[in-house]
């Protein structure tokens, strides 16, 4: 199990109501399990997993915006902000954009715009990223496209055709069917793209 598995083996297994001695496609229930969490934050842009604690991570700084994103990562904490390596005063910022049910920031807020050069700037966060458990709504969302993906319900290159469906990419092709994508809608950020 990767750490970055939104779900495990022992829930897909669960789900499929495998019998204890059905191992026969455990191995690749694994895999899926790793490449569909994967595709699930990069759909979400989120860091539902790993939760990693007190690490510094760095960005590109945008001059002259007093809110710099962190997005795709998710911020549950900072302890210290660093612009070209220079440690800032706690009370020069602090952590914005919260996603309140989730507990996650997406952005740093600066009680000033920190002033514009044309080289290229750093900001650097330390503190602790993802998300603290993974939200039971995106285990289940993992767990059903594992198990769809087993079954053989979802075609590699896309979703079935609906002759009723009306909508622009109704019918393209995705990874993740639509159901699956409804269930993670609450937790995806605008900002997201795939």
């Not at 750490?3 to 496609?25: F, I, K, N, S, W």
């Not at 039971?136 to 053989?152: M, S």
């Given at each position: 199990?990767?750490?970055?598995?939104?779900?495990?083996?022992?829930?897909?297994?669960?789900?499929?109501?495998?019998?204890?001695?059905?191992?026969?496609?455990?191995?690749?229930?694994?895999?899926?399990?790793?490449?569909?969490?994967?595709?699930?934050?990069?759909?979400?842009?989120?860091?539902?997993?790993?939760?990693?604690?007190?690490?510094?991570?760095?960005?590109?700084?945008?001059?002259?915006?007093?809110?710099?994103?962190?997005?795709?990562?998710?911020?549950?904490?900072?302890?210290?902000?660093?612009?070209?390596?220079?440690?800032?005063p706690a009370s020069q910022w602090q952590p914005a954009m919260l996603d309140g049910p989730n507990g996650v920031y997406g952005a740093i807020e600066f009680a000033y715009v920190p002033p514009s050069r044309w080289s290229?700037?750093?900001?650097?966060?330390?503190?602790?990223?993802?998300?603290?458990?993974?939200?039971?709504?995106?285990?289940?969302?993992?767990?059903?496209?594992?198990?769809?993906?087993?079954?053989?319900?979802?075609?590699?290159?896309?979703?079935?055709?609906?002759?009723?469906?009306?909508?622009?990419?109704?019918?393209?092709?995705?990874?993740?069917?639509?159901?699956?994508?409804?269930?993670?809608?609450?937790?995806?950020?605008?900002?997201?793209?795939?």
């Amino acid at each position: 199990m990767a750490a970055t598995d939104l779900c495990t083996l022992a829930q897909v297994r669960e789900h499929g109501q495998y019998q204890p001695t059905d191992t026969a496609q455990d191995t690749v229930a694994g895999a899926l399990i790793t490449r569909l969490s994967a595709l699930i934050m990069r759909y979400c842009a989120r860091e539902f997993a790993p939760a990693v604690n007190a690490q510094a991570r760095t960005f590109r700084l945008r001059p002259g915006r007093c809110i710099q994103p962190v997005i795709p990562r998710d911020l549950r904490a900072a302890t210290a902000v660093a612009v070209d390596g220079q440690t800032l005063p706690a009370s020069q910022w602090q952590p914005a954009m919260l996603d309140g049910p989730n507990g996650v920031y997406g952005a740093i807020e600066f009680a000033y715009v920190p002033p514009s050069r044309w080289s290229a700037r750093t900001l650097q966060i330390t503190g602790d990223w993802g998300f603290q458990s993974v939200p039971e709504d995106v285990v289940e969302a993992c767990v059903l496209a594992v198990g769809l993906y087993l079954r053989a319900h979802v075609s590699g290159f896309g979703t079935a055709l609906q002759p009723n469906s009306l909508g622009d990419g109704v019918n393209a092709a995705a990874a993740l069917p639509p159901g699956i994508r409804g269930m993670l809608d609450p937790f995806r950020r605008a900002a997201a793209t795939l």
